[in-house]
């Protein structure tokens, strides 16, 4: 699957029950599992980047 000029690729290891949750909970938004987790960073990042400010 080819993806877009504005992403890249990232291979990440997790233990198996959390991305069982990971799946429900993107599941539960109809989106994807890579979507959701997208998602969760960049509401992670931002957090963090406030609180630096």
């Known amino acids: 699957m080819s993806i877009s000029s ?3 690729r990232l291979t990440v290891i ?3 029950d959390l991305k069982a949750e990971l799946r ?6 109809n989106r994807s599992t890579s979507n ?4 969760v960073l960049l509401s992670h990042v ?8």
């Open 6 to 8: 504005n992403n890249d």
């Open 14 to 16: 997790i233990p198996k």
């Open 24 to 29: 429900k909970l993107a599941d539960n938004e």
């Open 36 to 39: 959701y987790v997208v998602s």
């Open 46 to 53: 931002a957090e963090k980047k406030n609180e630096s400010n």
